[in-house]
């Protein structure tokens, strides 16, 4: 721990410089000749109540102080003008119109103590706010950016106009947005300019004709075309610019963060830390300057700032987090009042994105606090436990293992199983629950087997169509139970009837396989026998014959008892029978014919029975 005695140095603020460096006697009007009694206290002949200030026309501008007491119309903080309105340094300060909707214009004016150097940069400011009352019954109040300050080398105006003053001023607000605002509250107007030398004057007021300015409701506030805007006035500074310089940034030495901050109102602002605003934080030792560039070109200033230790303290923290907490919140301790992190950041707290040492400075008070903060994050592991496709088994007696790495923390199965692989032999959806330290996965499989497994099907021998026997269709059907039929016929039916000659075949497709059979159905040669007939003499099938077109291809026709006898013996020119043996009717009953006749592919035999009826 070290101990420093040290010094420290605020900067100072414009307003805030001594008198010698402020070219404006009775800047904050704090010094009268007398209390005033009412309005109108400011007059352009003699500074009857506000030491050195005058009016700028004829227009009765007015001063204020706590010294008229409460109630009176000039009294601070309320008066005719506002409610609540202190003044924003001591108890007094002025008031004029610069917009009563009318060619009617009010303003203030004092004599500098010495007149301004030409080619000299000068620094103004003053503060002013918006009333929110008068005397102007039934008329809104509102506010502006239209006030400025105009330099000369005599006292400007008259006693007896009380019109717009015919002079551009040195250092104008207006259409700058920066509006007067809020009532109870000062807003601040600066500027820079060159003097022309000479320069003895200062008249602070509206130099644009109230039709040409911007009237807006201040905050609260409203407007319309008859709003009126008149202004409160205080703390009026003017200053060379190179005495302003010279104590604005002053050579500081502080122990801990440090707001270093430019003179006011400069168009720009460049650091030679890179910063481009008014002010910055200084964290160490080190020559600091800033460039301002202003209407009068781009002035300069420096600043030495010592920082000392006062008590040193330093702590570290160790952090293991997972890579799905990134970005991952640190933070310092809320005791400090400044804060310095390695990554540049000066929040009390940071994200980081990394496994890596982050340190923060913190300071509070004198004493500073370096705390590190150790972070390893623990990476993907890299691995996805992948149990694969979904598994069709086709094997009898099969078995199969499900693995996923090795190289986790845990696994569970939905079997209850904790091993990183296990054999199963049922068909089923199996799942894995795997964790590692920042990581849970899951995946699961599903194995399927057939149930149809080496089925096959049996269409049978071929089949013969035989329309001129009666057979004119035949039934073709499966000789087992499977899904998903499919007939050549385009069918999917078990079974189907065919009524014409052809191949005709049927699958099945299964999860392993696709069956199929294919058979032939044939038309038989065209010819037939009859299988009754009744010889009764009726004149109604009494005759056995053969049914054929051609009965110049019988080669023979004959006809056997059932005891084998021969009862007929016939050819192709006698192949009908009346049912007789040597003219001597045959019983009924039962009996065979054996039929040869040709055919396209040669010699054919044909053989059955028939009933004989009468």
């Given at each position: 721990m070290k101990k420093t005695l040290f010094v420290l140095f605020s900067l100072l603020t414009a307003y805030s410089l001594s008198a010698q460096f402020n070219l404006v006697?009775?800047?904050?009007?704090?010094?009268?000749?007398?209390?005033?009694?009412?309005?109108?206290?400011?007059?352009?002949?003699?500074?009857?109540?506000?030491?050195?200030?005058?009016?700028?026309?004829?227009?009765s501008s007015d001063y204020f102080n706590a010294c008229a007491g409460v109630g009176s119309w000039v009294n601070v903080p309320d008066n005719l003008f506002a409610t609540f309105q202190p003044a924003h340094s001591g108890v007094a300060y002025a008031g004029f119109w610069t917009n009563t909707g009318s060619e009617y214009y009010e303003y203030v004016q004092t004599q500098l103590t010495e007149p301004l150097v030409a080619g000299e940069c000068y620094y103004v400011e003053f503060w002013s706010a918006p009333a929110t009352q008068s005397d102007f019954f039934g008329i809104t109040h509102a506010t502006t950016d239209a006030i400025g300050a105009y330099f000369s080398s005599s006292k400007v105006g008259d006693a007896f106009t009380y019109s717009l003053l015919a002079a551009t001023p040195q250092v104008d607000n207006n259409a700058t947005g920066n509006y007067?605002?809020?009532?109870?509250?000062?807003?601040?107007?600066?500027?820079?300019?060159?003097?022309?030398?000479?320069?003895?004057?200062?008249?602070?007021?509206?130099?644009?004709?109230?039709?040409?300015?911007?009237?807006?409701?201040?905050?609260?506030?409203?407007?319309?075309?008859?709003?009126?805007?008149?202004?409160?006035?205080?703390?009026?500074?003017?200053?060379?610019?190179?005495?302003?310089?010279?104590?604005?940034?002053?050579?500081?030495?502080?122990?801990?963060?440090?707001?270093?901050?430019?003179?006011?109102?400069?168009?720009s602002y460049l650091w030679n830390t890179g910063a481009t605003t008014q002010s910055i934080t200084i964290f160490e030792t080190g020559n600091y300057w800033v460039s301002l560039t202003t209407s009068c070109g781009v002035l300069t200033d420096t600043a030495h700032i010592l920082f000392v230790e006062d008590?040193?303290?330093?702590?570290?923290?160790?952090?293991?987090?997972?890579?799905?907490?990134?970005?991952?919140?640190?933070?310092?301790?809320?005791?400090?009042?400044?804060?310095?992190?390695?990554?540049?950041?000066?929040?009390?707290?940071?994200?980081?994105?990394?496994?890596?040492?982050?340190?923060?400075?913190?300071?509070?008070?004198?004493?500073?606090?370096?705390?590190?903060f150790n972070v390893i994050v623990i990476e993907p592991i890299g691995l996805f436990p992948e149990l694969g496709d979904d598994t069709l088994v086709c094997d009898e007696g099969w078995e199969l293992d499900l693995a996923v790495p090795l190289g986790f923390n845990s696994y569970l199965w939905s079997t209850g199983d904790t091993t990183n692989s296990i054999t199963v032999t049922e068909p089923g959806t199996y799942s894995i629950i795997v964790e590692s330290d920042c990581e849970t996965f899951t995946d699961e499989v599903?194995?399927?087997?057939?149930?149809?497994?080496?089925?096959?099907?049996?269409?049978?021998?071929?089949?013969?169509?035989?329309?001129?026997?009666?057979?004119?269709?035949?039934?073709?059907?499966?000789?087992?139970?499977?899904?998903?039929?499919?007939?050549?016929?385009?069918?999917?039916?078990?079974?189907i009837i065919v009524t014409e000659p052809g191949t005709y075949w049927v699958s099945s497709t299964l999860l392993c396989s696709q069956p199929s059979d294919t058979l032939r159905v044939t038309l038989c040669d065209d010819v037939a026998v009859a299988n009754a007939f009744s010889p009764n003499g009726d004149g109604t099938n009494d005759e056995l014959f053969v049914i054929i077109s051609d009965p110049s291809r019988i080669v023979i026709f004959q006809i056997f008892n059932r005891w084998g006898e021969l009862v007929y013996d016939g050819n192709a020119s006698n192949y009908r029978w009346d049912g007789k043996l040597i003219n001597v009717d045959q019983p009924m009953g039962t009996y065979v014919y054996y039929l040869k006749y040709h055919s396209d592919s040669g010699e054919k035999l044909l053989q059955g029975n028939f009933i004989l009826v009468r």
């Open positions: 006697t009775n800047n904050s009007f704090e010094n009268l000749a007398a209390c005033p009694p009412g309005i109108s206290g400011f007059s352009w002949g003699a500074d009857t109540y506000a030491i050195d200030w005058y009016s700028g026309t004829g227009g007067i605002d809020q009532p109870g509250d000062w807003t601040k107007i600066c500027g820079y300019f060159e003097a022309a030398g000479g320069e003895e004057w200062v008249c602070i007021g509206n130099y644009h004709n109230y039709a040409g300015i911007d009237v807006v409701a201040y905050e609260g506030g409203t407007v319309d075309g008859s709003s009126v805007v008149y202004l409160f006035l205080d703390d009026v500074v003017v200053t060379p610019v190179d005495s302003m310089l010279a104590y604005a940034m002053p050579d500081t030495v502080v122990c801990s963060p440090f707001e270093l901050t430019a003179p006011s109102c400069a168009e008590s040193v303290y330093t702590s570290e923290n160790n952090f293991e987090i997972c890579f799905n907490e990134l970005p991952f919140t640190l933070t310092a301790s809320p005791t400090y009042d400044y804060y310095l992190w390695s990554t540049g950041e000066i929040t009390e707290n940071i994200n980081i994105n990394a496994t890596g040492t982050y340190y923060v400075t913190g300071f509070a008070d004198c004493a500073t606090f370096i705390d590190s599903t194995i399927t087997i057939d149930p149809n497994l080496n089925s096959n099907i049996n269409l049978g021998e071929d089949r013969i169509l035989c329309p001129v026997a009666g057979i004119d269709q035949i039934l073709l059907s499966t000789d087992i139970a499977l899904p998903n039929y499919n007939w050549s016929t385009g069918e999917t039916t078990s079974s």
